[in-house]
């Protein structure tokens, strides 16, 4: 389902379409927000669009890091699952014997 609302970021009311249940449109909005005034005060005179750009790959760079936190995370949990059914087959093969 497709939820329409409208949202605010930086001054500026936009009408946005969301259709994930995950995850609400006016926090993902407020995080925007917050981020862009974030970069404002801590810049000199930087055009809305600058700010628009560097906050976007500012969160794409978390976006980034995060799924490569979470890829090794899972990784390792592969790991250890792999290491479990080798010593589980290990114990049972002796069982066997």
Known sequence: MTNSKKIQIYGKTYSLKSSSAEVDAEEVASYVDSRMKELAAAGGKTTTLDLAILTALNI????????????????????????????????LQHIEK
């Open 60 to 91: 794409a760079q978390e976006l980034m890091e995060l799924r490569i936190q979470a890829g090794t995370k899972e990784e390792a949990e592969q790991k250890k699952v792999q290491h479990l059914l080798e010593a589980l087959d290990k114990e």
